[in-house]
């Protein structure tokens, strides 16, 4: 019979893991309290949650999703990413690049567990706002194009005044 300790604390990962739009887990191990709580700040700053919970009990609250008990086998913090898939990831990424630690041990993704390498995929892919604006970008060129052609004959007329009386003024 599992302690009410327990229960408690799968009823709270599973409750992180439905709000969450991804998860990763990292290998901690070598890492201090100052950097972990680094680490941390980072991750909340991109609207994710760094926890650090019995690999056993984060199995029990994503429903032991097949592969997922092979890779909980270490020291793990799981990440849970909740303002989108990739901003999270993005932030442990960089963090990594600067510290040289954790170690990306893969994750957890739409119903189902990826690999390392595509947990780095994921990371590398723009966020929700950098894609928004990118197709506000990609929206608003036809409409500078536009404007640019409308705007060339009035232009190119006032080119055409200015030499005539350029020419003009230099006879």
Known sequence: MP??????????LQDKAGRAKSIA???YSGMDVK????????IKEAGGEVIIARNRLV?????RPEGLGEMLQEQLLTLFSYDDAVSAFKAL??????????????GYFEEKVITTAE????????????????LLRQLQ???????????????????????????????
Do not use: H, W
Request: charged residues 30%; glycine residues 6%; proline residues 6%.
């Open 25 to 27: 887990f990292a290998k």
């Open 141 to 171: 060129g036809p409409a500078y194009g536009l404007r640019n052609v409308l705007e060339a004959g009035p232009r190119n007329l006032v080119y055409a005044l200015n030499a005539i009386a350029d020419k003009k003024k230099a006879e």
């Open 93 to 106: 990424k960089d963090f990594i690049a600067e510290k040289g630690l954790p170690e990306i041990r893969g």
């Open 119 to 134: 947990v780095e995929k994921l990371a590398s892919m723009p966020s929700k706002p950098e894609l928004v604006g990118m």
């Open 35 to 42: 950097t972990q709580n680094e680490l941390r700040a980072k």
């Open 3 to 12: 302690s009410q300790k327990k229960v408690t604390v799968v009823a709270d």
């Open 59 to 63: 199995d029990v609250a994503l429903n």
